[in-house]
């Protein structure tokens, strides 16, 4: 008698890029926390202290219940700063690591999401490509260590003031916002090198590589894609935007610019505050005693963040571009976006409307559960999300107060503000032939 045995399938099964990138954040997620937890490598710290400070650094957000500074080891600093390296390489370097490491297929859904992820025309040389990604992100880390050093080595000595210099240059690069002192950047609002060094490497990290790549091989404004030039014209604007409106709004304000006495002065923190706010939570004034005016400003600001394929989080720059294109097109009644002589595509205007759509969808679900678990001001809840979202890090003084639902909450908002414009960018990308085709019919709008 025969007996005849199941088939098995020799099928392979594929993991979804969606999937990979957030098991990659989560396992990085939490053996960050394993190792916050280790013996020696800070004071009293709780499981939740623990999975707060790791996925913020992770995410690099910035956002902390305690003081990196003085709460953590030499040990634990170090691992905070590499947890805020490997997250804020992880979505430029992702698609590369996902074909060396992992050895994802590369069929055609997987190209596609590969080119959308770095922004290229193909996928033939991811492994050169994030060769060219790794020295510009160690040169760029580099420079502004040595440049932080000439003012942290004078005040801490040369081995304290050397961790202290490359700690925040690669904290500020990584757009993180993580500081080793308790009041950030606040006792430097006035020095000359931390307002041009950190605002320096933040907008060269948040401007995202494929611009620094136009910059660097192109070099001519002709030449560039459409991309840089959005993305140049768009954060010059909104620096120009959030730097004047402080300026204007703040300038007699006791708790933040009323205080400081020269006009120099008080326009160099202007400067530092409105080009730091899109993207990191550094800060050199009291971000808690700000106008409600200013607040929304930045709580604007920190949802738009900074550029595709950077260490900025938020809607970003160029979505935000398309948008008002979208608006200024319908009101002259255009059927294309046009911009510096380019078209762009209806698909490209529904993946900006996807995302926006998203985006505003998870603000307000976390806002509405952050109003639950928190008794507190709503307009520094909205702020606290904002930030979390965008992967800013600014904060109005009340995540250490969040109660362990509330830091869920926060931790929520923080994962899917790095990890969600990556994963719909994949389903954006991926196409799927309509089987069935319906009649056109009218909805009224509006």
């Known amino acids: 008698m025969k007996i005849s045995l199941p088939q098995i399938s020799t099928r392979k099964f594929s993991i979804p890029p969606p999937a990979v990138l957030a098991a990659t954040y989560a396992i990085l997620i939490i ?21 707060f400070t790791a996925t913020s650094a992770v995410t690099v957000t910035g956002l902390s219940v305690v003081d990196v500074g003085s709460h953590f080891t030499l040990f634990g600093q170090i691992v905070v700063l590499v947890l805020i390296q490997l997250g804020g390489l992880g979505l430029m370097t992702f698609a590369a690591l996902v074909l060396s490491v992992l050895g994802l297929p590369i069929d055609i859904p997987h190209r596609t999401y590969l080119r959308e992820d770095l922004n290229q025309t193909s996928v033939g040389d991811l492994l ?73 490497l933040l907008l060269l990290g948040g401007v995202g590589f494929s611009v620094l790549s136009d910059l ?42 009323g205080h400081i006495p020269g006009i120099f002065d008080k326009l160099q923190v202007s400067w530092f505050q409105g080009t730091t706010t899109r993207t990191a939570g550094f800060n050199t004034t009291n971000i808690a005693g700000m106008h409600d005016s200013t607040t929304l400003i930045f709580i604007l600001l920190m949802l738009i963040g900074g550029g595709s394929t950077s260490t900025a989080g938020g809607i970003k720059v160029t979505t935000f571009i398309v948008l008002l294109l979208a608006t200024l097109a319908f009101f002259k009644r255009r059927q294309q976006l046009h911009a510096f002589g380019r078209s762009i595509g209806l698909e490209e205007v529904l993946k900006v409307l996807a995302l926006t759509m998203i985006s505003m969808l998870v603000v307000a679900m976390s806002l509405f559960l952050l109003t639950i678990a928190h008794d507190g001001d709503f307009l520094d809840m909205l702020f606290e999300v904002a930030s979390a979202f965008g992967t800013v890090g600014l904060s109005r003084g009340i995540t250490p107060e969040l109660n362990d639902l509330g830091r869920a909450v926060i931790i929520f908002t923080m994962f899917v503000g790095r990890v969600g414009p990556l994963t719909l960018g994949f389903f954006l990308a991926t196409r799927v032939p309509p089987r069935i085709r319906y009649p056109s019919s009218h909805v009224y709008l509006g």
Request: charged letters at 10%; a neutral charge; hydrophobic letters at 55%.
């Open 31 to 51: 053996t960050g926390t394993c190792l916050l937890k280790l013996p020696d490598v800070s004071q009293p710290l709780t499981w939740s202290d623990a999975l």
């Open 128 to 200: 050169q490509l994030v060769k060219i990604i790794l020295r510009v992100v160690l040169l760029c880390e580099l420079i502004g260590a040595i440049l932080l050093c000439f003012v942290f080595i004078p005040d801490a000595g040369w081995a304290e003031g050397i961790w202290l210099a490359l700690f925040h240059a690669v904290s500020a690069f990584n757009n993180a916002g993580f500081s080793l002192f308790p009041d950030s950047l606040t006792r430097y609002a006035t020095n000359p090198i931390i307002n041009l060094t950190i605002p320096g």
């Open 216 to 257: 660097y091989y192109v070099r001519r404004w002709q030449k560039f894609s459409l991309h840089s030039k959005l993305m140049l014209t768009g954060s010059a604007a909104l620096i120009i935007w959030s730097v004047f409106s402080f300026a204007a709004l703040e300038w007699n304000n006791p708790a933040t610019l």
